[in-house]
């Protein structure tokens, strides 16, 4: 398969000013892309981009991924200053390390809320722009979604339905030529990472940066999302060496879609729930 050329692609990235958002910006930089960098902060985010170049190749724009209306008014300025939409990575996120005794409950919802919803909202906003340049929609979900943990149902269920999101989407939207995928990492160093290890319970469940539980250099974490980009691949798991566990979930994926979801019966089905839709 050949690769899907970046330059002069426009990629909007969410949560852009963390560290898999920063680290994930310049690398798609270095190969020509131009991008839409989204986060909370203004001043964050016009930063950031200031040092990838001039606003034609970078800028920033606020967008809050618990609001579908804020998405909506990015995605469109997005689109008016580039005049496209190519690829969309839905990176925003949040976790702790809390048991479900104990959470608080807006905590969880929160959770659920940025890590799932706010996916959902993501992509909400940006297919209409997407379709037209039958691009390429990427979640960044974790090995929380195949690996759950104690201290965790609100983070490992974000990250499960963010797999499970992005393969029921890339199912109706494969006749329209869209790609979608998720990136699944294990752990490595981000501020996020840093207070989990920090929690005591953190440290109790993960036994820090030892054994199994090992970072890996966030250049691979990154390296996996441009290949992801490039490759328009459906998953990626970030070390290849925990693919077996990944993937034991879902080994009769592939063909229960085969029998069950064929491109034309799928195709059918997208045009009845447009029309009723319409």
């Given at each position: ?125 940006a ?16 090995m ?11 983070y ?67 390296a996996?999302?441009v ?52």
């Amino acid at each position: 398969m050949s690769k899907y050329q970046l330059k002069n692609k426009v990629i909007v990235i969410t949560g852009s000013t963390g560290g898999l958002g920063q680290a994930a910006a310049q690398a798609l930089s270095g190969k020509g892309a131009k991008l839409a960098l989204l986060d909370l902060d203004l001043t964050s985010v016009t930063a950031q981009a200031s040092v990838l170049g001039s606003d034609q190749v970078a800028k920033g724009w606020v967008a809050d991924v618990r609001s579908l209306e804020s998405l909506e008014t990015a995605m469109a300025e997005v689109t008016q200053h580039f005049g496209r939409i190519d690829v969309v990575i839905a990176n925003a996120g949040i976790g702790s390390t809390e048991s479900l005794e104990h959470i608080d409950p807006k905590t969880f919802e929160r959770t659920i809320d940025i890590n799932l919803v706010g996916v959902f909202r993501t992509f909400r906003a940006a297919l209409p722009y997407v379709k037209n340049n039958r691009g390429y929609l990427l979640a960044v979900s974790s090995m929380a979604a195949f690996v759950h943990s104690p201290l965790n149902t609100h983070y490992t269920a974000s990250k499960a339905g963010v797999w499970a999101l992005c393969d029921s989407l890339r199912l109706e939207l494969k006749h329209l030529g869209v790609g979608v995928g998720s990136l699944h990492p294990t752990f490595f160093q981000t501020p996020m990472m840093e207070a989990v290890q920090a929690d005591p319970a953190g440290q109790a469940v993960w036994s820090g940066n030892t054994g199994i539980w090992k970072y890996v250099p966030i250049e691979d974490v990154v390296a996996g999302l441009v290949d992801a980009i490039e490759r328009r691949r459906d998953i990626v798991i970030v070390p290849k060496a925990n693919t077996l566990v990944a993937r034991a979930p879902g080994l009769l994926r592939n063909l229960i879609e085969l029998i069950g979801f064929n491109r034309k019966d799928l195709k059918k089905t997208m045009q009845i729930d447009a029309k009723q839709h319409g």
